[in-house]
């Protein structure tokens, strides 16, 4: 599944470029993916400073559009297991929960500031925060868009409609390109998904988690 959210993201992104090029100071970010092969992204020419958002942004996206009311989102082992350690324990000192959660684990990794260790803020792009990104909301996507009030927001006219996903990530309607990227997703994927892979390939897009 996260393969082809990367193959889709890719897409929007090249459509975004073309239709956008006039305000997107750069060549495109592009994935490079071979059957068997993990994907990764290249980029074609330097992101011209490109900033990545921050996890107390991330955050208020999960509490404020998807309701996790947590405003965190569970690692997962497999499709079942939620990731356990007695090294997570501190999303939560007060409770007994060793669960693994996305932002608090990786805070580092996002680019969260760490004092004590004299390490600054960097909201600088790189395609690790692009992939967790991905991995964040896609499993914030599977765990609320199928409650009927989230999924009221993000799909009021049907799944064939994506005018109020965009609206909510994006701040704008999709282009006519964009939505038959989207038609393509949701007829390729199980239909039980279908709401949620559009809801994770658009909110972790690189004009929903980034800006130059």
Same mark, same amino acid.
């Given at each position: 599944m996260i393969k082809l959210i990367f193959i889709f993201q890719t897409l929007l992104?090249?459509? $975004? @470029?073309? #239709?956008?090029? =006039?305000?997107?100071?750069?060549?495109s970010t592009v994935l490079n993916s071979t059957e068997g092969s993990q994907p990764t992204y290249q980029t074609q020419s330097a992101? +011209?400073?490109?900033?990545?958002?921050?996890?107390?942004?991330?955050? #208020?996206?999960? &509490?404020?559009? *998807?309701?996790?009311?947590y405003g965190d989102v569970p690692i997962y082992e497999d499709e079942n297991d939620i990731l356990q350690s007695n090294d997570c324990r501190n999303i939560n000192p007060e409770s007994n929960d060793s669960n693994c959660y996305y932002l608090t684990t990786y805070a580092a990794t996002l680019g969260v500031a760490d004092l004590t260790n004299n390490i600054k803020t960097n909201n600088k792009c790189t395609s690790t925060k692009y992939k967790l990104a991905t991995e964040i909301f896609l499993n $914030?996507? *599977?765990?609320?868009?199928? +409650? %009927?009030?989230?999924?009221? &927001?993000?799909?009021? #006219? =049907?799944?064939?409609?994506?005018?109020? *996903? @965009?609206l909510t990530f994006v701040?704008? +309607? %999709?282009?006519?390109?964009?939505?038959?990227?989207?038609?393509?997703?949701? +007829?390729?994927v199980e239909p039980n998904v279908a709401k949620a892979s559009a809801c994770a390939v658009v909110a972790s897009?690189?004009?929903a988690v980034s800006k130059l």
């Open positions: 992104l090249l459509v $975004a @470029y073309n #239709n956008c090029s =006039g305000n997107m100071q750069t060549e992101l +011209k400073e490109c900033q990545f958002i921050d996890v107390v942004s991330m955050s #208020n996206i999960l &509490k404020n559009q *998807l309701g996790i009311s $914030a996507c *599977l765990e609320s868009v199928d +409650k %009927p009030e989230i999924s009221q &927001k993000l799909f009021p #006219n =049907g799944l064939d409609n994506f005018d109020s *996903l @965009y701040g704008r +309607k %999709p282009f006519s390109r964009e939505v038959e990227v989207l038609d393509e997703l949701v +007829k390729t897009s690189f004009e």
